[in-house]
């Protein structure tokens, strides 16, 4: 008889976008195991967990001890972070399994804590944006003094999908943040007794962009880089739509390179990253970097527009480095296609009574793929921040005329497909 491979990939928090990881190492005849942290333990991260796609499930509610017995009955080939919540779990279970490719661990707390994060940059001599953390609102509008320009940003040191993030242009605006949102619970469950207070480079006139990348044994490749619009939404900064960028347009090169230095100097040596970084007169500076796959994408319309993905490269970031270089050095699609990431945006609340009738958004020309939650949702909620967008899809056609057609189509069909879900 022959022995069945007890090797696995380990899943921290599958989840959301993370729910593709598993469904990607099954298909290429991998096992996995899932692990789900404390700070996923809710209906918002776990309605999308897919059971049937692991061998095991392990609770880190149960115990480190626990889910360290549980994997010791496998090989364990590698540990990978499903979601932002699964980055510090992940961190602290790959020391326990030797020769693994890992991230590196003296960095680990730069990796979730944004405070950390552009302080491990500052040492590496790259350019962070200038910061306070305090759990006192007094001493940010101290520090808010010191700017010149007059804006501030305030938010969770570990937050995710801009939640808790708020704009400030007064003193008043800094002390109405801190009263709005020290001693809140994140959506992972943490208390934010502290919070970041950073200079706001949103409005001194750079660009913002998405930058996602893939590392093998420290090395850095980058798979695909978007221009990103927002428009504000109250107090925050909300996504709109974001435009991909071709490797020859002149910010690709500098952002290319700047992030390559982030990821070193946060020890993301192995696996994916997701990061968004403004760039201004001055070059590029990091907004945050998660070490994980990005949360509000579809691979197979980046595979398409650019010839790789997250997901296309990480199983070869950790099995097969060799091929990883092939695979990053292959030469991108022709003819060359431009594509737009939209944000449903919904100015709309209440019971949905009626499902959405999304027929005239898959119509348009130009439309590629969509992942909406619209049609499960019991109740509709105003998008204010990423966690309350009730959904995204990707434009791509040879004609950057045609994208533009199609976005001013959809935006003209949105108002009617929001009041139609509220309508009996």
Known sequence: ?????????????????????????????????????EESDSEFWRASFRPEDFLLTLHEADGMDAVLRGLGEYDVACVVPGGESGVALADRLTPHFPGIPAMAPGTAHARRDKYHMAEA???????????????????????????????????????????????????????????????????????????????????????????????????????????????????TAVCVYSDLVHPDEPEYGPLESYLRDVLSALGVDNGTAHSEIMLTSGGPVLIETGARVEGACDPGAVLTVCGRSQNSLLPLSYFDP??????????????RLHARHVYLLS????????????????????????????????????????????????????????????????????????SGMLTD
């Open 1 to 37: 008889m022959t022995a069945v491979p007890r090797s696995v990939v380990v899943i921290v928090d599958p989840l959301r976008a993370g729910t593709k990881l598993g469904q990607l190492f099954n298909g290429l005849g991998h096992r996995c195991v899932a692990v789900l942290t």
């Open 121 to 235: 940059l500052l040492r590496r001599g790259l350019a962070a944006i200038p910061h306070c953390r305090t759990s006192d609102a007094a001493t940010a509008v101290e520090w808010y003094r010191t700017r010149t320009d007059g804006r501030a940003v305030v938010k969770p040191l570990a937050g995710t999908s801009a939640e808790g993030v708020r704009f400030c242009a007064s003193e008043e605006d800094v002390r109405g943040a801190f009263a709005e949102l020290r001693g809140t619970v994140s959506l992972f469950g943490q208390v934010n007794d502290e919070l970041l207070v950073q200079q706001d480079i949103v409005h001194s006139g750079g660009v913002e962009y998405t930058v996602n990348s893939v590392s093998s044994r420290g090395e850095h490749h980058v798979t695909d880089v978007w221009r990103m619009r927002r428009q504000m939404v109250d107090a």
């Open 322 to 335: 060799e091929g990883f270089r092939h695979a990053t050095r292959r030469p991108r699609p022709e003819p």
């Open 347 to 418: 100015p709309a609340e209440g019971k949905v009574v009626r499902p959405p009738d999304l027929s005239g958004i898959r119509a348009l020309p130009s439309f590629y793929g969509m992942d909406t939650t619209l049609g499960t949702v019991p109740l509709l909620e105003r998008t204010v921040n990423l966690a309350t967008c009730p959904g995204n899809l990707y434009l791509v056609s040879p004609s950057p005329e045609r994208i533009e057609e199609d976005y001013a189509a959809l935006r003209r069909l949105e108002p009617d497909l929001y």
